[in-house]
């Protein structure tokens, strides 16, 4: 999946292309609007903390660190065993999983307090009152998808593609 973004001008032109998308089928759960805030989003499919915020990237950042730092510590505690313990491999296993654990935990709590970094660059247009749309599509529907938006509302400013999405929020 890769994500689109697109700058639409007003809640209506947003309607349209969430309709349009739709019927292109293109599932709701797909598309992300964020807007200024007190904007009247009515029934338009509003971006959740997953794309508002940096939870995703941090909590993948925290289970890397966490899991490394949990298995540095595993070895260091069956090079060293404290009280003359025998530890084992699975020392090292179980303060791997704790390390990641906690990584995960700690830092997706920080991460979602942070604003998205991918949305940074669209927030001056977003306090001018534009609506910044994101939909996740398959790679292959990527051209399609750009050209559906681009024929119907030339007033839609399609501004990229993000690499890649995460494929679980």
């Given at each position: 999946m890769r994500r689109l973004?697109?700058?639409?001008?007003?809640?209506?032109?947003a309607?349209?292309?969430?309709n349009e998308l739709l019927l292109a089928r293109v599932e709701e759960r797909h598309i992300h609007i964020i807007?200024?805030?007190?904007?009247?989003?009515?029934d338009l499919p509003e971006?959740?903390?997953?794309?508002?915020?940096?939870?995703?990237p941090a909590l993948e950042r925290g289970i890397a660190v966490g899991g490394a730092t949990g298995v540095l510590a595993g070895?260091?505690?069956v090079t060293f065993p404290p009280a003359g313990l025998a530890l084992g491999g699975g020392a090292i296993l179980a303060t791997g999983l704790a390390g990641a654990g906690f990584g995960a935990w700690f830092s997706s709590m920080i991460g979602?307090?942070?604003?998205?970094?991918?949305?940074?660059?669209?927030?001056?247009?977003?306090?001018?009152?534009?609506?910044?749309m994101m939909v996740d599509v398959p790679k292959d529907r990527i051209d399609e998808i750009g050209e559906l938006v681009k024929k119907h509302h030339p007033e839609a400013e399609i501004n990229g593609?993000?690499?890649?999405?995460?494929?679980f929020p």
């Open positions: 973004y697109f700058m639409v001008p007003n809640v209506g032109s309607k349209a292309i969430v807007a200024k805030e007190g904007t009247p989003m009515e971006a959740g903390l997953a794309q508002k915020s940096d939870f995703v070895i260091v505690a979602s307090d942070v604003p998205n970094t991918q949305i940074k660059q669209y927030e001056e247009a977003i306090e001018k009152g534009e609506l910044l593609t993000e690499p890649t999405i995460p494929a």
